[in-house]
């Protein structure tokens, strides 16, 4: 089970607090970036799909027959070790925040595996070409899985 976060302490400044909450969740550029890329190659997949075990989180894009998943991970909200940032003000609580959200990634992560599926992670800084080159590479592994 991921870790507990803390109540937020409040907004230390709200521009960045409304800069935040305009920030999208879900179909962010490097993610249709790669939904593109994956569809022109002639891939089919499913976006949004539920986590087996946990329908609360969902998988960025689902191979369902394969039973690959692949999440498209922002540097800042998923700890990226090359463009991860810890900000200083409440940095308490963003530090507890950003280490429970890893901690999540990996039960995620071993929800998905538990239940039979691989999983591929993408930073969002990645190339496009060798992220979907990836995604291929993996999706070829997991068709010829038993």
């Known amino acids: 089970m991921p870790a507990l976060v803390p109540p937020h302490p ?3 400044w709200q521009e960045v607090s409304a800069r935040m909450s305009r920030a999208p969740r879900r ?27 946990n329908r609360r989180r ?7 027959r394969a039973r690959l998943a692949v999440f498209v991970d922002g540097c800042f909200w ?9 900000p ?18 990996a039960d995620t992560d071993r929800l998905l595996r ?3 599926w691989s999983v591929v992670r993408i930073w969002e800084h990645e190339d496009v070409a060798v992220a979907t ?13 038993p």
């Open 78 to 86: 998923h700890g990226c070790p090359e463009h991860g940032t810890q």
């Open 88 to 105: 200083r003000a409440n940095g308490p609580w963003w530090a507890a925040k950003l280490a429970a959200n890893q901690a999540r990634d």
């Open 114 to 116: 538990d239940a039979g």
């Open 133 to 145: 080159a990836a995604v291929e590479s993996a999706l070829r592994e997991a068709r010829a899985r």
């Open 27 to 53: 179909e962010t550029a490097p993610e249709l970036a790669l939904r593109r890329s994956l569809h022109a190659a002639g891939h089919r997949f499913r976006v949004v799909h539920p986590v087996p075990g």
């Open 58 to 64: 969902s998988i960025d894009i689902a191979f369902t």
């Open 10 to 12: 409040g907004a230390s």
